[in-house]
């Protein structure tokens, strides 16, 4: 494993594409480690977007969603941000994973010592959702961007 930029190790990411400048996407290897290299990943391209407001909500909701993907599916694991023209701007995070089953959100006990994932994302996002597709699915949400 040879360090990368920040210190993160190179072969955590296992694809990367740009389009275009609006739209960015990363294929991470089913690893736990891909959860501080999906967030780091997601704050330098908001930075870079200068959208550093949505940093740390953004960052929470990615990692929530690496998370689940990492814990209930397996194979790699699919971020996509897009910045699209508004009125509203709006950031749209896509996660996919290998699963097929969508993911539902639940009330979670108090007890319980996870399942708040999906009810943190439903409760910070503009919007959010999930689809399938052809190789598993995707679960998305969208933040505004401030004006």
Do not use: Y
């Not at 360090?3 to 190179?10: N, S, Y």
């Not at 996509?80 to 996660?95: K, Q």
């Not at 089953?101 to 319980?112: G, H, Q, R, W, Y």
């Amino acid at each position: 494993m040879k360090p990368g930029i920040h210190g993160l190790a190179v072969w955590e990411v296992i694809g990367v594409i740009d389009t275009e400048g609006d739209c960015v996407e990363w294929t991470f290897a089913a690893d736990p480690g891909a959860v501080r290299v999906a967030r780091a990943k997601v704050r330098d391209q908001l930075d870079g977007w200068a959208l550093e407001s949505l940093s740390d909500i953004t960052a929470l909701l990615v990692s929530e969603l690496v998370t689940n993907a990492l814990r209930h599916a397996h194979g790699p694991v699919g971020l996509r941000l897009t910045r699209r023209p508004g009125p509203p701007e709006v950031l749209l995070v896509e996660v996919s994973d290998s699963l097929p089953d969508l993911p539902t959100e639940k009330v979670p006990a108090p007890e319980d010592e996870s399942g708040r994932g999906l009810l943190l994302v439903a409760s910070s996002a503009r919007r959010w959702g999930t689809r399938p597709d052809d190789s598993g699915k995707t679960v998305w949400f969208e933040l505004a961007v401030p004006g």
